[in-house]
């Protein structure tokens, strides 16, 4: 297949885009590098520097190396905080990309596109773990975004044919060898914890420790990006094959609670990884775990990191590798 990915230099984009190479498949990333890191493509896809906000510039990648068997879309803003903050860069900007994007798609007649979608369209779930069938509550302006794009792709398909795939990730985390995770500012769990493990941080803050769960902590559900990365190609090739459009939960379906996952680390790096409870964070929901029957029953998925150690152990090795992150 010859795949388009948008938001390809960043960290789910880049895992999938060397995933799809080792799988044989030829990629054009198209990335504005404003998140995305250069070094984190692999030199055998062809890389184009661009916004999707620019459509003369999105116009000219679709001309230039199509056509294409397929479209996967990263690219979007991707934090539930900052777009509590800032709702004008999800239900503006990340919207309007996203729909440009789809735009190109149908124009130049690619039959199939994966839309990066998220668990924070479910911010009350009633049956936990979370199947595709439960009822959607945005808990954020990011979760709203993501839930305007799955219903524009359902308008795309009705009018122009187009099939699709929206996944749903619970929480991506992990690295690969040489692809990482390097956000900035980072705002995520483990590699959070991981920089108190470098010395660069000098305690983690567990947000909250009244939740109703067994220890009080959150609990999500931690899914490697090496597995997420295979569940993007194994729903591509369904929908270039000729299947239908679908939905997707993607996530281990086990949860791990903030204190579970602050003591695997402690096992994997060796170091105390002083923690200290501080107040909930607004908008966090007490349990997300996914069902994700759907995807293992049709496509035959099978997370290959099933155990949270071996997940941040996987992180460890990248983070002591590139401790502070791609630039340096
Ligand atoms: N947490 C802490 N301390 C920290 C950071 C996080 O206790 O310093 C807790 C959070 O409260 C939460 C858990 O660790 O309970 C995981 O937090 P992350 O920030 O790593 O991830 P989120 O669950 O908030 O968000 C993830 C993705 C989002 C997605 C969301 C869906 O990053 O893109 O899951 O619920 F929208």
């Given at each position: 297949?010859?795949?388009?990915?948008?938001?390809?230099?960043?960290?789910?984009?880049?895992?999938?885009?060397?995933?799809?190479?080792?799988?044989?498949?030829?990629?054009?990333?198209?990335?504005?590098?404003?998140?995305?890191?250069?070094?984190?493509?692999?030199?055998?896809?062809?890389?184009?520097?661009?916004?999707?906000?620019?459509?003369?510039?999105?116009?000219?990648?679709?001309?230039?190396?199509?056509?294409?068997?397929?479209?996967?879309?990263?690219?979007?803003?991707?934090?539930?905080?900052?777009?509590?903050?800032?709702?004008?860069?999800?239900?503006?900007?990340?919207?309007?990309?996203?729909?440009?994007?789809?735009?190109?798609?149908?124009?130049?007649?690619?039959?199939?596109?994966?839309?990066?979608?998220?668990?924070?369209?479910?911010?009350?779930?009633?049956?936990?773990?979370?199947?595709?069938?439960?009822?959607?509550?945005?808990?954020?302006?990011?979760?709203?975004?993501?839930?305007?794009?799955?219903?524009?792709?359902?308008?795309?398909?009705?009018?122009?044919?187009?099939?699709?795939?929206?996944?749903?990730?619970?929480?991506?985390?992990?690295?690969?060898?040489?692809?990482?995770?390097?956000?900035?500012?980072?705002?995520?769990l483990?590699?959070?914890?991981?920089?108190?493990?470098?010395?660069?941080?000098?305690?983690?803050s567990i947000f909250g420790d009244d939740y109703p769960t067994?220890d009080g902590t959150c609990v999500r559900?931690?899914?490697?990006?090496?597995?997420?990365?295979?569940?993007?190609?194994?729903?591509?090739?369904?929908?270039?094959?000729?299947?239908?459009?679908?939905?997707?939960?993607?996530?281990?379906?086990?949860?791990?609670t903030v204190k579970?996952?602050?003591?695997?680390?402690?096992?994997?790096?060796?170091?105390?990884?002083?923690a200290q409870v501080v107040e909930r964070r607004a908008g966090d929901p007490a349990v997300?775990?996914?069902?994700?029957?759907?995807?293992?029953?049709?496509?035959?998925?099978?997370?290959?990191?099933?155990?949270?150690?071996?997940?941040?152990?996987?992180?460890?090795?990248?983070?002591?590798?590139?401790?502070?992150?791609?630039?340096?």
């Open positions: 297949m010859r795949v388009f990915v948008a938001g390809g230099a960043g960290y789910i984009g880049s895992v999938t885009t060397a995933a799809l190479i080792e799988a044989g498949h030829s990629v054009v990333v198209f990335d504005n590098l404003r998140q995305g890191h250069r070094q984190a493509v692999q030199q055998q896809a062809t890389f184009v520097q661009g916004d999707l906000l620019d459509t003369t510039a999105l116009d000219q990648a679709f001309r230039d190396h199509g056509p294409f068997d397929g479209v996967m879309n990263f690219a979007s803003h991707t934090l539930v905080g900052e777009s509590m903050q800032h709702p004008e860069y999800y239900l503006r900007d990340s919207v309007s990309a996203g729909i440009n994007l789809l735009t190109a798609t149908v124009q130049y007649k690619v039959p199939a596109f994966i839309l990066s979608s998220t668990a924070n369209l479910f911010d009350a779930p009633e049956t936990i773990p979370i199947a595709e069938t439960e009822r959607i509550v945005p808990g954020s302006p990011y979760g709203e975004m993501k839930w305007w794009m799955e219903r524009a792709l359902g308008w795309y398909e009705r009018i122009f044919g187009l099939r699709y795939g929206a996944l749903r990730y619970f929480n991506a985390c992990g690295c690969t060898p040489t692809i990482g995770e390097d956000h900035d500012p980072e705002t995520h483990i590699p959070l914890i991981l920089q108190v493990a470098l010395g660069q941080r000098e305690q983690i067994r559900d931690y899914i490697h990006v090496l597995d997420l990365a295979a569940a993007h190609i194994l729903t591509l090739e369904a929908l270039v094959a000729g299947g239908a459009s679908r939905h997707y939960n993607l996530g281990n379906g086990s949860g791990f579970e996952v602050i003591d695997a680390a402690r096992k994997v790096t060796g170091h105390p990884i002083p997300l775990i996914a069902a994700a029957d759907t995807i293992r029953r049709e496509l035959g998925w099978q997370p290959a990191y099933t155990s949270i150690e071996a997940i941040i152990a996987s992180a460890w090795e990248w983070h002591r590798q590139h401790p502070h992150g791609y630039a340096k």
